[in-house]
């Protein structure tokens, strides 16, 4: 089952196809400040399947810091990038 997993993932991208499951979401609006029911002040959340979820986090954003990086990133992007973090750049 391990890995099957990554192949199962991957594929989609690969060959350019859909999986099903991956075709519906739901949005879930939040309030910033617990009452305020203002639009303009209230957070949206797009929720995905999980397997979804993991396969956008190995594609798109490993391989978009590792371009970021290869592109010369201005060195005040702290976040997501390996061994830096928003605390390590305050002290």
């Known amino acids: ?3 099957y997993m990554p ?3 991957s594929l989609p991208f690969m060959y350019g196809f859909t999986n099903k499951r991956w075709e519906n979401a739901i949005d879930v609006i939040l309030e910033k400040k617990w009452g305020v029911q203002k639009i303009h002040l209230m957070r949206i ?3 995905v ?3 979804f979820n ?3 986090k190995i594609v798109f954003v490993q391989k978009l810091m590792w ?5 010369d990133i201005t060195p005040d992007q702290w976040g997501g990038r390996p061994d ?8």
């Open 1 to 3: 089952m391990c890995a």
């Open 7 to 9: 192949i199962m993932i």
């Open 45 to 47: 959340i797009g929720l």
């Open 49 to 51: 399947k999980a397997d």
């Open 54 to 56: 993991t396969a956008l």
């Open 67 to 71: 371009q970021a990086e290869n592109s």
């Open 84 to 91: 830096r973090s928003a605390p390590n750049y305050a002290t």
